[in-house]
Nanobody, 136 residues
Framework: EERLVESGGGLVDAGGSLRLSCAAS????????????IAWFRQAPGKEREGVSC????????YYADSVKGRFTISNDNAKNLVYLQMNSLKPEDTAVYYC?????????????????????????WGQGTQVTVSS
């Protein structure tokens, strides 16, 4: 059974850094499902869920939302089935619950799909979320 578990959230001052981790288990890569994408989404109170970044397992290609480009870095450790989101220069507007999501259709991790209003709903597997709070 596929499972995602996030960790690393917390309270940080504006300008500070946090590193989120997403531990993936139970995902099978074979001839029928030859790739995987893992993404980070976030949702602030009263706001829509927003895509932050994603990465494709096979070639490490990435996508970033404009709001985090240059400040956040996504990376993966395939041997450990971990995906990281390094968040630097944090701002109060980064405050949200951050969710890790995965799907076997790696094409979802692309600029094309990220522009879709239903982008988050395309991902089949979700973690429980981790709270990130940035104080001003």
């Amino acid at each position: 059974e596929e499972r995602l578990v996030e960790s690393g959230g917390g309270l940080v001052d504006a300008g500070g850094s946090l590193r989120l981790s997403c531990a993936a288990s139970g995902f099978t890569i074979d001839d029928y499902t030859d790739d995987l994408t893992i993404a980070w989404f976030r949702q602030a109170p009263g706001k829509e869920r927003e895509g932050v970044s994603c990465i494709r397992r096979s070639d490490g290609s990435t996508y970033y939302a404009d709001s985090v480009k240059g400040r956040f870095t996504i990376s993966n450790d395939n041997a450990k089935n971990l995906v990281y989101l390094q968040m630097n220069s944090l701002k109060p507007e980064d405050t949200a619950v951050y969710y890790c999501a995965a799907d076997y259709y790696a094409e979802y991790c692309s600029t094309t799909y990220s522009r879709r209003a239903d982008w988050s709903r395309l991902y089949d597997y979700w973690g429980q979320g981790t709270q990130v709070t940035v104080s001003s």
